[in-house]
T-cell receptor
Framework: DTAVSQTPKYLVTQMGNDKSIKCEQN?????MYWYKQDSKKFLKIMFS???????INETVPNRFSPKSPDKAHLNLHINSLELGDSAVYFCASSQDPQVQDTQYFGPGTRLTVL | SQKIEQNSEALNIQEGKTATLTCNYT??????LQWYRQDPGRGPVFLLL?????KEKRKERLKVTFDTTLKQSLFHITASQPADSATYLC???????????FGTGTQLKVEL
């Protein structure tokens, strides 16, 4: 029944490691997003894909690389993790990339970099 | 610079009262504004969308207003209940490009 799912829910790792977070949506949506929510709860968009094509790429370090194998999946790979990458990462999806469209969020992945 | 500001202080109200949350923005001209609810440990959940040509929108106990002159949206919850306790986020188009930009959220606590 889960509309937007993410794995893992928690991720604890050492600085310098490489890690991936996976996201899947079963809503049949065309557009998927990655957001970062910092310790002050500020939610900021990182990337957006529409039908596997990148359409939004915010000023994010190139250590972050999204990959969309199909329109139901959008994974986030992070290289050389840094302390400042600690945050909650949310995946979201919407029917199309029009900003007035409702976005459906996943449960989040809490990343802690030690 | 562009800003979206919500009450930074938590809002505590008594059950049954109306909660009013504020979203102010500067240097944006949004065509739409959305409100989301976020519970601890969960992702935001969409509540309401209001367009720039709509002054008010209602859904059950929720009401949103949008004043493009004041650059402000108000979010009201009438007959509030403890289950309404959560963080409420406003979001609008802005910051360049076709994307949603979120405010920092207001934490609402409804007490018995």
């Amino acid at each position: 029944d889960t509309a937007v799912s993410q794995t893992p829910k928690y991720l604890v790792t050492q600085m310098g490691n490489d890690k991936s977070i996976k996201c899947e949506q079963n809503l049949g949506h065309d557009t998927m997003y990655w957001y970062k929510q910092d310790s002050k709860k500020f939610l900021k968009i990182m990337f957006s894909y529409n039908n596997k094509e990148l359409i939004i790429n915010e000023t994010v370090p190139n250590r972050f690389s999204p990959k969309s194998p199909d329109k139901a999946h959008l994974n986030l790979h992070i290289n050389s993790l840094e302390l400042g990458d600690s945050a909650v990462y949310f995946c979201a999806s919407s029917q199309d990339p029009q900003v007035q469209d409702t976005q459906y969020f996943g449960p989040g992945t809490r990343l802690t970099v030690l | 610079s562009q800003k979206i500001e919500q009450n930074s202080e938590a809002l505590n109200i008594q059950e049954g009262k109306t909660a009013t949350l504020t979203c102010n923005y500067t240097n944006y001209s949004p065509a739409y504004l959305q409100w989301y609810r976020q519970d601890p440990g969960r992702g935001p959940v969409f509540l309401l969308l209001i367009r720039e040509n709509e002054k008010e929108k209602r859904k059950e106990r929720l009401k949103v207003t949008f004043d493009t002159t004041l650059k402000q949206s108000l979010f009201h919850i009438t007959a509030s209940q403890p289950a309404d306790s959560a963080t409420y986020l406003c979001a609008l188009v802005g910051g360049g490009g076709n994307k949603l930009t979120f405010g920092t959220g207001t934490q609402l606590k409804v007490e018995l």
